[in-house]
């Protein structure tokens, strides 16, 4: 059984959070792709950002996805004693994607779904410190 430092525990439980947070968020965005772009039409429908949804809509997509992966092969890596480096890069796009929801959300005036973005950052944060 391996052990891990307080800090190795932490980085491994953070970008785990990430992979599974912002792979299933992209892959629901992939195989729901109708769904998700109807709510999000209907959501930005009184923005500047209405009409480009679509292009949005892919765009958060790869980031999540990169976010995801990343913070997934950051996982193995850690695991496998090959330093945090792909980690920490998943936990940027990780936070990149937060600041790119955000964004959206307060555009639309979403202010509590924006709200609810919050935590997810503050532990984009705290991957990005911790792995630095």
């Known amino acids: ?9 932490v980085e491994v439980l953070i970008a785990a959070f990430l992979a599974i947070l912002f792979l299933q968020s992209g892959l629901d965005k ?13 959501h930005f429908a ?8 679509p292009l949005l809509l892919g765009i958060v997509t790869l980031l999540e996805l990169a976010a995801g992966a990343l913070s997934a092969v950051g996982v193995v890596f ?6 945090s480096s792909l980690a920490l890069l998943g936990a940027q796009f990780s936070a990149f994607s937060i600041i790119a929801l955000f964004f959206g ?4 005036k979403d202010y509590a779904g924006a709200a609810t973005l919050v935590p997810y950052f503050l532990v984009c944060l705290a991957g990005i410190y911790v792995m630095s």
């Open 46 to 53: 009184k923005s500047p950002l209405a009409g480009m949804v």
């Open 78 to 83: 850690l695991i496998l004693g090959k330093g």
């Open 105 to 108: 959300q307060r555009i639309a």
């Open 1 to 9: 059984m391996m052990i891990f430092s307080t800090i190795g525990a």
């Open 30 to 42: 992939i195989f729901d792709w109708k769904g998700n772009l109807g709510w999000l039409t209907g």
